[in-house]
Every structure is written in C-alpha cells, then in structure tokens.
C-alpha cells in the first residue's frame, strides 16, 4: 500500500465525542435490566464479533454497547500491558489501557472469526497514545492485515481522542493477522481491535479491500446518542459532522422498515431517520469529497428513506449526477429504505442531488458513504505450508518472539525460516539446529513440499527417519546429526545421498543403523511373490495393449485398432464393436435425430437389454470425419470418467462408422441454458456443472499420461444426465502430449469461434492452457447465461468484452444470469467471476491449471451450499442502480 496516500486520507475520527454522547445516552435511556444484557451478550457472542481491548487485565461487558470485550491474551503473546499517563486519561477502561511492542520488528494478533475463509470482514484498530511511556513522542509505525499494509499509523503526542483505521477486508484464509510493524519511528502500540462479519454484504470490492472514508449520518446531531452496536448490525462508526452545502436537517421520530428488502447496507433505523434538504427556495444538494488523491478509486453509496409524509398528488424526484455523470430518476416511498450505488469512481468525488423539473419537493439525503478501493492484495504463504509450519511449531512447543503472523510475509521475520519469492510464497529452508526440540521427527515436516533444506541437527529427536523425506522433491540438505535417532536408515535416502542429490548428514545418532543389512527385517516373503508374479502377468498385458494403442497415436491405422482381439479389447474396456446392420436396428432405422455436428447426425437409439444410448454417425465422405472418428474411438477406449461421456461400443465396416455412446437425457448445455421458465437451471445447478466438467478435464489434464487436450471444449460439449450430472464429450479434436508441460505447435484450425484461446490462434501453440481458456468461456456462459458471441446491432460483441465493464464498475447483479432473480450467495457469485477471469488471461501462462480450479469451484459451491442451508441468506439484494430505475417511472 502507499503509505503517502494512506496518511493523506486516513479517517481521523473524534472519538470522544461519541463517547460524550454515548453518556448522554446512557443517562437518557436509564438502567436496563441484566437479563436485556444477558441477552445482548448472548447475540454478540454469536454475531460473528471479536471485541479486544488491547492490554486490558480482564474480559468485561460494555455497558454502552452490550459488547462483550476480552482481553488480547488469547489473540497475542508478546508484548506489554501499559496505562496512559495520570494527565491523559480519558475515564474510559478501552482507551487508556495500551499494548505496547518494544520488541520485535512485527508483532501480530490472530485473528480466527468463525465464519472462516472467502467470507467478508470490517476490521478496526484504535489507537491513543496518552503518553503512556512518558517520553512525549509522537510514534509512527504501520499496521498490516495479513501480508498486505493497510495504513501508516501516526499519532500525536498531543492528541486527546482516540484515532481509528478501519477496513472491509474480503478473506480468503481462516486466519486474519493484524500485525503492527515497527519501522523505526517510535514502539508500536495499540489500544483496541474489532472484528465484525459482514454477511453477504455488498460492501465489497472485486480485488482488494474497502477503506471507509466517509460514513455520514446526515442531519443526525453531536449531541444525540452515538449510532453503533447494536442499533447497527455492524457497529460502524457513524459521522455527524459531514456538511452539505446550503443543507438544513429534518428528522421523523417514526419507525423506518428497515427489514425490508432494500437495506442490503443493513442501515440502522437512527441513521435512516434523520436526513438533509436544500435550504428554502433551493433545489439541490452537493458535497465535495476533498482528500484528493491521484489515482485512487472510489465507492460510493447514497442512501435514502422519505421521512416525511408527502400530500396525495405530490412527488419527491429527483437525479444525482456524480463527477459530472447523470443518474435517475428516483422517487422514494414513505419510510422505506433506499440504496443506491454502489457507484465506483476515479480520483475524485463530486456530486449532487438534484430535484427534477417536475418534482414538487427538494431532494433530500439520509446518508451517504465513500469508499477508498484498496490495492491488490497479496497472496498469503502457500496454505498448505502455513498449516505444516504451525504443526511443526504445535508439535515443538517452539515458542520464538518472531514465530507469528504470516511465515514469509510482509518479510521473513520467523527466525530459522527462508522462502522464496513465488506468488504465493513457498518455504525453502528451516534450521531448527540446537533448538532443544525432542520426540519423533514431526511428520509435518514432509508437508513442507518446497523445501530445499532442513536443519534439524543436535537436538534430542527419538524414533526413525522418515522415508518419506526421499520424496520431497527439491530436498538437498537434510542435517539429522547429534540426535538419538534409531532404527534403520531408509534405502532411498542413502540412494540420494550417494548420488549426490542429498547432503545427508546423520552422525552422532548412536542407536542408528546405517548398514544395508538391517533393513526389511520383518518382511514375509511369499504372500507379496505370489501377488506380484500375478500383478506383473496383468500389467504386462496392460502395457502391451497400452503400447500398442500408443504407438498407433500419431499415425493410427484403424485395422490395426480394430485388430486387437476381442479378448484383449475387452480387457482394456466393455466396449463392444457393432456391425452395421445391428446399427441399423438399434436406431431403427435412423429414425429419431437427436443431434448434428460437423462430422454428421447423432440418433437416439435402443440396446437389446433396454439401455438408451445415442450412436454418432460419421459422414462416409468426410475425411475430417475419419480423423475424428479414430481420435475418439483411440481415446474413450483408454479413459473413463464419471464426468467424461462413456463409450457403448463403435462401429467399422467399410465406409460404415458408428460411436454408440451412453444416453444422456438432459441434452447438452448449451440448450439447458436457452431454456426458460421452470426448467431453467438454478444457481446450485450451474456450480454441480461447472465442478464436474472440471473434474472431468481435469482428469483428462492430470489424470491421463500422457495428458490430454481436448481442444474443443464448449457448452455443447457438455451433456446432461437426467440427474443433471455433467459430462464432458466429443473427443474428435483431442490431442494426447507426450511428456506433461510440452506444448505442440498445431497447424489445423480447430475449435469453436468464441472459445479459441487468444495465444493458440496467435501462434499456434496449443497445450492444457488453451483448454483452461475454453473452460472459463463456458463458465462465464454458465454464470452470465449469455453466449460467448452475444449478437447485438453491430456484429457480435465477445463474452469477455460485455462482462469486463460491468467487471469495473463492481456490477454483480447485471453480471449474473438475470434470469436467476437474484438467487444466488454474493460472495459466492463474486467467487465464481474471479474463477472465470483467472482462467482466461491472454497469457496462457497465467491461467491456473485445471486442479487448482477444480479446488475453488468446489469451495465455491460449498459455500453456496453452505449458505443455502442457513435462510438467513436467502434474502434478495436488489440494489437498484440509476438506469434500471428509469423504465419504471416513465
Ligand atoms: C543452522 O543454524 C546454525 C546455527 O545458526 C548454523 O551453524 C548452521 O550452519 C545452519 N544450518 C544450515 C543448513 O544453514
Ligand atoms: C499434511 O497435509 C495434508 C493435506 O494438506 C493433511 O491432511 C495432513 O494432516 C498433513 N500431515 C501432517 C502430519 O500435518
């Protein structure tokens, strides 16, 4: 993050004053009985709230708020509890204690909310130096969440109120770390931290994390109760001294519906009731956002609920125009919330309301709030890494200052621990030497899979060598000595280390065996003779067969395909070859067309013991035909797959070619989404598609040697059993590698306009990657429900090319498949984009492989699952942007 920026436009909000006024509050509102309290504590646990009050000796309840707040002793373990100066105190509990950081450059709080990773977070830190040091210093350092800086904290020595930072943070790990990091301004510290989950909340930026700027409560006075927990859900700090031009305040005492469905910002009741209108005789209402800085991206929502009752006849309409663009018109209904935006602007924001020429009122504004988009955030260490690296730390009881946070970043801080600089980073080394670690060797540390090296040497280590530590690929230094290691030392380790892979250093192990002898002791012989003489017989036949269907690859004749005996074709698989009169009767007589592509017509047609299957006929003529036809008989009779359509059997004779293959109800997918109405494919049906079509291409990527490519993957290669179940099919232009990671140039044309990866048509250049392009076309065929070439007045406009605006504006709602009313878990829409967009950079080098994708798509319909199963979520959002409103009101 840029720290200039950060210091410029950093919310520096007066506390205090809220907390006068949460007194006066307080006073007005009289005591309230324990069991509301009870109550209120109950729902603060559950709400997904973690409440710290940094430095604080013991947990309590707020009064105030009803928020339970602990101390930070489950949540960090370094540091100091300090008090603020006599002078300085603020006759607050959470502002005058301080947890301070004289040691250590980065010092962290773990944060582990319950709802976990892909889940959105408001986060906050508050900080009020107080001189507790007495060294009257103004401090300076920065605050990190996870790896990535979130601002530069400067505090004042003279500053009697308490600063805050706040951020929406969208997480994608269980684990949220708020570091505070010294840079050799003054000692860290920091009075109180909060965390709120943010449900399905629209409040979200594509890539990056929300910086509140400004929440304005507009017409709302200093002087009336602090809106926070639990009159808001969220417990935002609302503003009251954010001033319209020319504006006057007006406010109802009555009830606002904010259950209703158009809260998606979930407002409270307080804010919402209180509003601003132009002064008498004016017609408009403007602000300036000030802060100006360079480059920076803005969000801004504007929220509205009519207050006051408008006499029969009359209306309130009015537009908004934003840094000079025009939206509207809008009308509002008596008491019910309105949100508009979010709208996501450049470099500045300007904007005002305006009372149209019809309208019988001034426009009004109940709140408003403006958003700094932050940057990119960075990926955290390799997960599985983390997870490794906190078991061997558990196992170990190693307990080091510096061991906190994330193991690589911002930097390497963790002492004994290197990692490279890989996005995400992995760990390469770790040097637990003379560390007094004791017990077996933690098999944690084979997790580690990228480490170069390992140093466990002197220490009081029991138990064997693991063998496993041979297959850590890019192991080259494994010290094990001055332990007490026994048993024997695991062949492939000595074979390693013999051919110089492995410097292995093992002395001083006395009760370790290093003679060849002392292996395989126990072994019995005669049961693992018999079964291998058998396995070996079967794999030799497999091999011959497989070989033989290999070595045909490239210039398959088809008689020598067909030229394996039954007997051995019927080892390899239960296709059966067909003659053509019983093609013939199966279709009886070709009677019922069920589909057509270039190489001919697929019919539906009947097996004797009653199975349905649907027989591919290929054009006698075409030659291009005959290619595909053996590619595909060559390829289904090697790979099966529950996600990859099943091969019945084939037909050759003469001219005659025939693929029969098991019938899938459903049609393909390109159909399934033109339908409408009641058939139409909901939300969770189009995931279950999107995984299992990834699973199939990614068995045919990983799971096949050599991988496969399929070349021509789209909608309508994708075909539907009657349970919905997705299978891949139409083999005819795969093309099978070698070795994994070559890549072919290709001469052919082949492919499907709006599928064809950009970099193949360009070079030619084909691998799994292009595969991975299709993939994401027909993601966002699936999500969008629009055609990869949607038709429009001028010629075809490409999938990518409409989503990606909509993409910048935030614009999730006219992204998904309108069809889909809005049925669908926000976050997990937003999961699904970004999947679709990492598949499909230009680059083929920058899309994931098909493993990766397969593990978030999964994610992703697990949380949409997830979510179903709690109603809360199935609340619609509309938020209503400026154009859809207009057709409404004409
Ligand atoms: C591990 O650290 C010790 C002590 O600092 C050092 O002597 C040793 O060389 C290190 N091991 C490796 C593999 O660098
Ligand atoms: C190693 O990682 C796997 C998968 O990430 C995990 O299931 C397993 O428990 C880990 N093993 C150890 C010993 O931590």
């Not at 990535?148 to 770390?177: C, G, K, L, P, Q």
């Not at 492995?502 to 065996?513: A, I």
């Not at 493993?851 to 979510?867: N, P, T």
């Amino acid at each position: 993050m840029d720290g200039g920026q950060i210091l410029l436009s950093y919310t520096k909000v007066w506390v205090i004053l809220l907390l006068l006024s949460a007194t006066f509050r307080n006073s007005k509102l009289a005591a309230k009985n324990t069991e509301q309290h009870k109550k209120r504590k109950l729902a603060t646990e559950n709400s997904g709230f973690i409440s710290i009050d940094c430095g604080a000796e013991e947990d309590y309840l707020d009064r105030n708020t009803g928020i339970s707040y602990k101390t930070d002793k489950d949540f960090i373990s370094t540091g100091k509890n300090m008090i603020v100066a006599p002078e300085y105190n603020l006759q607050t509990r959470f502002k005058n204690s301080v947890r301070t950081f004289p040691e250590g450059k980065r010092n962290c709080y773990t944060l582990k909310p319950r709802q976990g990773k892909n889940q959105n977070y408001y986060v906050r830190a508050f900080f009020y130096y107080g001189n507790y040091d007495s060294k009257n210093k103004t401090q300076m350092f920065d605050l990190y969440l996870g790896v990535n800086r979130w601002a530069t904290v400067d505090i004042n020595v003279e500053d009697m109120f308490t600063t805050y930072y706040d951020i929406i943070h969208y997480s994608i790990t269980d684990t949220i770390y708020v570091c505070l990091v010294n840079t050799g301004s003054g000692v860290p510290f920091i009075n109180g931290l909060d965390l709120r989950f943010m449900n399905d909340s629209p409040y979200r930026s594509m890539n990056g994390s929300l910086l509140p700027r400004v929440q304005a409560d507009l017409g709302g006075h200093q002087t009336q109760s602090s809106t926070r927990y639990e009159d808001d859900v969220y417990d935002r700090i609302w503003q009251f001294d954010v001033n319209l031009n020319d504006s006057v305040s007006i406010s109802t005492e009555t009830n606002i519906d904010i259950q209703g469905s158009d809260n998606p910002c979930r407002l409270p009741v307080e804010v919402l009731r209180t509003a601003v209108q132009p002064r008498n005789g004016l017609n408009s209402l403007s602000y300036n956002y000030t802060r100006y800085t360079e480059n920076s991206e803005f969000l801004v929502f504007f929220h509205f609920a009519e207050i006051e009752q408008i006499a029969p006849g009359e209306i309130r309409e009015f537009t908004i125009t934003l840094n000079g663009l025009n939206y509207g018109l809008f009308t509002l209904e008596y008491l019910k919330p309105l949100t508009i935006g979010p709208y996501k602007l450049q470099d500045q924001v300007r904007f005002s309301i305006d009372a149209t020429l019809r309208s019988d009122l001034p426009p009004i504004l109940n709140a408003f709030e403006i958003f700094k988009l932050g940057p990119l955030p960075d990926s955290p260490t390799n997960q599985t890494d983390v997870d490794a690296i906190m078991a061997i730390k558990k196992a170990y009881k190693i307990d080091r200052v510096d061991w906190q946070g994330d193991p690589c970043l911002p930097f390497t801080t963790w002492s004994g621990l290197q990692c490279n600089n890989d996005n995400p980073p992995r760990i390469i080394s770790l040097n637990l030497s003379s560390s007094q670690l004791s017990g077996n060797i933690a098999l944690s540390l084979l997790n580690l899979t990228a480490i170069q090296s390992l140093d466990l040497s002197n220490n009081e280590l029991t138990g064997t060598v693991p063998e496993a530590f041979a297959q850590l690929p890019d192991l080259t230094i494994l010290y094990l000595s001055g332990n007490k290691l026994t048993g024997a030392v695991p062949r492939s380790l000595k074979e390693k280390s013999n051919s110089g892979q492995l410097q292995l250093s093992l002395e001083g192990n006395l009760d370790l065996c290093k003679m060849d002898t002392c292996e395989n002791k126990k072994r019995s012989f005669r049961v693992p003779v018999i079964a291998s003489v058998i396995s070996v017989s079967v794999l030799l036949s497999i091999i011959t067969i497989f070989w033989r269907l290999k070595r045909g690859r490239l210039n398959v004749s088809l008689s020598s395909l067909v030229g394996l005996s039954r007997k051995e074709l019927s080892l390899k698989s239960k296709n059966q070859p067909f003659t053509y009169t019983e093609i013939v009767s199966i279709t009886n007589n070709f009677q019922t067309i069920i589909g057509e592509g270039g190489f001919g017509k697929v019919y539906l047609g009947n097996l004797k013991d009653g199975r349905q299957v649907a027989v591919k006929l290929f054009s006698q003529s075409s030659r291009q035909g005959y290619k595909e036809f053996l590619a595909e008989v060559e390829l289904l009779m090697i790979v099966h797959h529950r996600n990859l359509v099943s091969l019945v059997g084939y037909c050759n004779e003469h001219e005659n070619m025939a693929l029969v293959y098991e019938y899938m109800a459903n049609g393909n997918l390109k159909e399934k989404l033109l339908e409408n109405s009641t058939n139409m494919l909901n939300w969770r049906e189009r995931l279950q598609i999107a995984v299992d079509a990834a699973q199939g291409l990614e068995y045919l990527h990983n799971g096949c040697r050599p991988p496969i490519v399929h070349r021509d993957l789209k909608s309508s290669n994708i075909l539907l059993t009657e349970n919905l179940q997705a299978k891949i099919a139409d083999f005819g232009l795969s093309k099978a590698f070698a070795t994994e990671g070559d890549s072919h140039v290709i001469t052919d044309p082949a492919g499907t306009p709006g599928y064809i990866d950009p970099e193949f048509r360009a070079s030619g250049n084909l691998n799994k990657k292009s595969d991975v392009y299709s993939f994401g076309i027909l993601l966002c065929e699936l999500i969008t429900g629009q055609p990869p070439l949607i038709r429009g007045h001028q010629g075809h406009t490409h999938i990518l090319q409409w989503v990606s605006p909509l993409v910048e504006r935030g614009d999730i709602r006219s992204i998904i498949d309108p069809r889909l009313k809005g049925e669908f878990n926000t976050n997990c829409a937003w999961k699904a984009l970004e999947i679709t967009l990492s598949c499909v950079p230009p680059t083929s080098t920058q899309r994931p492989d098909m493993s990766d994708i397969l593990g978030e798509l999964k994610e992703c319909l697990a949380m949409e699952m997830s979510s179903e199963m709690s109603m809360c979520d199935s609340v619609k959002i509309s938020l209503v942007l400026g154009t859809d409103m207009a057709p409404n009101l004409r």
